[in-house]
C-alpha cells in the first residue's frame, strides 16, 4: 500500500479539483480533514481519482455533503491492491476512527457463533466475543435464540457433547445428556474416537450449510451398510436421515433451500432502523434490529448502503443479499465480497415471487422497530428534558458517568464508571477499577481512588469530561468526588449523589447536590427515572466485576494455603484440570499424575480442598 497526503489548509489551503487530478485511477480509501485536523469522513473508492473529483464537481449536492466539502482542510489517500482490501480498510479506519460525517453502524453487543471446538473430543458451544479458542466458528447468527436452537439441533443429529472441559475431563459415569440422546458419552469412551470425529465432522457439514450432500452421503453409507448386512448400522443412518429431514423447517426460493439475507431500511427524520432477516440452508434464522448512526445523512440508500458495506466487511456473506432498494458501490461491493467469501455473492433489489414475501415482511417489520425506537427515544429525550430542568443544566446533559463501589466485607472491592449518552448506554466506554492499598471495607477511600484515576488521567491526557457525575451514595462519597475534582481543577461536571430512600425502595432515592441540598423528586419524576437506570447500571456492572475478581482470588488462594506450591505448580494444576472445580473433583491419584506434583504433596492437596486432617509430610 502507499499513501498520499496534502498541505494543511493554514499551508497552501486545499484545491481539491487539483488534488483529485494528482490521483490515480487504482482503487484505495481516501480520508478528509477539517483545519483542526479532526476526521470529517472515511470512504472506499474503486477508482480513487474519479470517486475524489465528484466531491469537487459542480454537480448538485446534499446538504450534509455540502457542509462536509466546504470543511476540508485537506485529504489522504491510501492505495490498496484490490477493491476488497479497499473495502477492508475503510471499515477499519470507520470502526477505529469514527469520522463525523460517516454512517456508524453502532452495535454494542458482539455477534453470537456457534463454535467446535478443535481438540480430541470436540465439544460444541455457544461463542460470543473474540474468536481466540482454537476451532471453527459458524455465524454469525441474528440472535443468541437463533444459536441456541441450532445447538439443540446439533446435539439430537450427532450427541456432539457441550460440556465444558474441566467437566469432561472429571466424568466417571455418563451424564444425564447421554441418558436422553443428546451426547454419545465420549468423557467415559462409549464412543470411538473415529465414529466421534466422523459424528464432528457431518456436523460441520451440516451448520455449513451442506445438509443436501450430507443426506447424500448418508444415504450412501445407508446402502453399503444394508450390503453388508450390518442392518443396526443401516437402521441408526435411517433414523439420522430421517430426524434430519423431520427436524428441518425448510424454506426454499427458486427451489432451492434458501441461503440468503433480506435487508430493509427504515428511516424517519434523522434516525434509521435496518432489519435483517436471515436464511441459511433453508432454515429461518430469523430477525435483527441495527439503529445505525447516521450523522446527518438524510438518505436510506446511504444509510443502507453503509450499513452493507460494514456489516458484511467484517462477517461472511451469504451467496444472496436482498436489499430493499438499489445502494451507491453495488458493483464495487459484490466484488468485494466475492472476493472475501471465495465464490459468488450477489447483491439483488427488483426480486419477485419468494424474495418479494419475505423483501415484504422484513419492510413492515423494520417499520415497527423504527416506531418503538423513536417511541422509545422520545421517553429518554423526556426524561434528559427533565434532568435539565431538575439540576439547572443549560442544556441536556449528552453525557452522564455514574460509578459503584462492589466488595464483600471488604474483599475483592471493584469499581465501576457506566457512561450514558443522549441515546442511552453507550457500553463499549464502561471502565471498572480494582481498589488496592486500602483499608477492606472503606467504601470512600476506594471512591477516592477511582475517580482519581479516572479523573486525573482525562486532565492529563485532555480526555472528555462527563455532563452529569452521578455517584452511588449520600454525602460522604459525594465529598469524595468534590475533593477530587478540586484538586484537578475541573469545574465544569455537575455532580449528585444518589441515596438510598427508606428501606431501599425504588423511587425514594434522595439526591445529594454540591452546594448540599437534598432533593426528593419522587417516583413519578422522569428525572429520578434516568438517575434510577443509569445507577442500576453501574451497580449491575459493578457487581459482576466484584464477583469475578472474587472468584478468581478465591480459586487461587486456596492453592496458595498449601505448603509447597508456588506459582509454577498452581499454573500446573489450574491448566491440567481446566481449573480448581475440576482439580476439585480429581482424586489423590490423578493429581499425583501431574507434572511436578509427587504422592504426598497430591495427598495433601486432596486434603485442604476437601476439609480434611492434613497427612505425615513426606518429602517432596
Known amino acids: 500500500m502507499s499513501g498520499r497526503r496534502t498541505p494543511a489548509a493554514g499551508e497552501s489551503g486545499f484545491d481539491g479539483k487539483a488534488f483529485a487530478s494528482g490521483l490515480s485511477l487504482a482503487p484505495g480509501v481516501y480520508r478528509m480533514y477539517a483545519a483542526d485536523d479532526s476526521l470529517l469522513y472515511v470512504g472506499k473508492a474503486g477508482a480513487l481519482r474519479k470517486r475524489v473529483a465528484s466531491y469537487f464537481a459542480n454537480t448538485p449536492k446534499t446538504p ?19 477493491e476488497a482490501e479497499a473495502l477492508l480498510l475503510e471499515n477499519q479506519l470507520i470502526k477505529s476512527l469514527l469520522p463525523r460525517y460517516n454512517v456508524l453502524l453502532r452495535d454494542d453487543k ?61 466424568r466417571s459415569r455418563p451424564c444425564l445428556q447421554y441418558q436422553i440422546g443428546r451426547c ?68 426454499y426460493v427458486d427451489g432451492h433451500a434458501a441461503d440468503l439475507d433480506v435487508l430493509s431500511c427504515a428511516m424517519r427524520g434523522s434516525t434509521a432502523c435496518v432489519l435483517l432477516l436471515a436464511f441459511r440452508d433453508g432454515r429461518n434464522l430469523g430477525t435483527r434490529t441495527f439503529f445505525p448512526k ?46 472475501a467469501a471465495g465464490r459468488k455473492v450477489q447483491l439483488k433489489w427488483n426480486v419477485r415471487s419468494e424474495r418479494a414475501g419475505y423483501l415484504d415482511l422484513a419492510r413492515r417489520n423494520a417499520e415497527i422497530a423504527l416506531v418503538t425506537e423513536i417511541t422509545s427515544r422520545g421517553a429518554q429525550t423526556a426524561r434528559s428534558e427533565a434532568l435539565k430542568e431538575l439540576l439547572n443544566l443549560a442544556e441536556p446533559a449528552q453525557r452522564i458517568e455514574c460509578f459503584d463501589i462492589s466488595h464483600t466485607m471488604g474483599e475483592a472491592t471493584v469499581a465501576s464508571c457506566v457512561v450514558f449518552d443522549a441515546n442511552g448506554a453507550v457500553r463499549s466506554q464502561y471502565r471498572r477499577f480494582n481498589i488496592t492499598g486500602i483499608e477492606p471495607g472503606d467504601d470512600y477511600a476506594a471512591m477516592h481512588q477511582a475517580l482519581e484515576r479516572r479523573f486525573r488521567r482525562a486532565v492529563e491526557e485532555g480526555g472528555v469530561l462527563p455532563d452529569v457525575l452521578l455517584i452511588d451514595g449520600g454525602a460522604g462519597q459525594l465529598a469524595q468526588a468534590r475533593g477530587v475534582l478540586a484538586d484537578l481543577g475541573i469545574t465544569s461536571v455537575v455532580m449528585v449523589g ?6 431501599r425502595r425504588a423511587g425514594h432515592e434522595t439526591l445529594v447536590l454540591a452546594d448540599g441540598r437534598e432533593v426528593r423528586p419522587g417516583a413519578a419524576s422522569p428525572a429520578l427515572q434516568l438517575i434510577q437506570q443509569v445507577r442500576d447500571e453501574a451497580h449491575r456492572f459493578a457487581i459482576t466485576g466484584h464477583r469475578g475478581k472474587r472468584q478468581k482470588a478465591r480459586m487461587t488462594s486456596k492453592l496458595e494455603d498449601i505448603a509447597g506450591i508456588g506459582p509454577r505448580r498452581r499454573a500446573s494444576l489450574l491448566k491440567h484440570f481446566g481449573g480448581l472445580a475440576g482439580l476439585k473433583a480429581a482424586g489423590a491419584d490423578e493429581i499425583a499424575r501431574v507434572e511436578g506434583i509427587n504422592a504426598a504433596l497430591a495427598e495433601r492437596i486432596y486434603a485442604n480442598l476437601h476439609g480434611l486432617p492434613a497427612p505425615v509430610t513426606g518429602s517432596e
Not at 451467496?319 to 465480497?337: H, T
Not at 444518589?498 to 428501606?503: D, L, N, R, T
Open 64 to 82: 450534509r455533503i455540502h457542509s462536509m466539502v466546504a470543511q476540508i482542510a485537506r485529504m489522504d489517500v491510501t492505495v490498496t491492491r484490490t
Open 110 to 170: 458482539s455477534y453470537p457463533y456457534v463454535l467446535l471446538t478443535q481438540e480430541t473430543w470436540p465439544r460444541i458451544a455457544f461463542h460470543r466475543g473474540p474468536r481466540s479458542q482454537a476451532g471453527r466458528y459458524f455465524g454469525p447468527y441474528p440472535s443468541a435464540g437463533a444459536v441456541r436452537e441450532s445447538l439443540n439441533l446439533m446435539q439430537k443429529l450427532f450427541k456432539i457433547r457441550n460440556c465444558e472441559d474441566s467437566v469432561f475431563r472429571n
Open 184 to 251: 454419545s458419552a465420549p468423557c467415559v469412551a462409549l464412543v470411538e474416537e473415529g465414529a466421534y470425529r466422523e459424528s464432528v465432522r457431518q456436523a460441520g457439514l451440516f451448520l455449513d450449510g451442506r445438509s443436501d450432500e450430507l443426506s447424500g452421503e448418508l444415504s450412501k453409507a445407508m446402502e453399503v451398510a444394508s450390503e453388508r448386512l450390518e442392518f443396526e448400522e443401516a437402521a441408526r443412518l435411517r433414523d439420522l436421515i430421517s430426524t434430519m429431514r423431520s427436524l428441518q423447517a425448510r424454506q
Open 294 to 339: 447516521t450523522n446527518g445523512e438524510e438518505s436510506a440508500e446511504e444509510v443502507l448502503g453503509a450499513f452493507v458495506s460494514q456489516y458484511y466487511g467484517e462477517q461472511i456473506p451469504p451467496q444472496e443479499i436482498v436489499l430493499d432498494r438499489e445502494i451507491p458501490d453495488s458493483e464495487l461491493l459484490e466484488a468485494a465480497f466475492t472476493t
Open 498 to 503: 444518589v441515596a438510598k430512600g427508606e428501606e
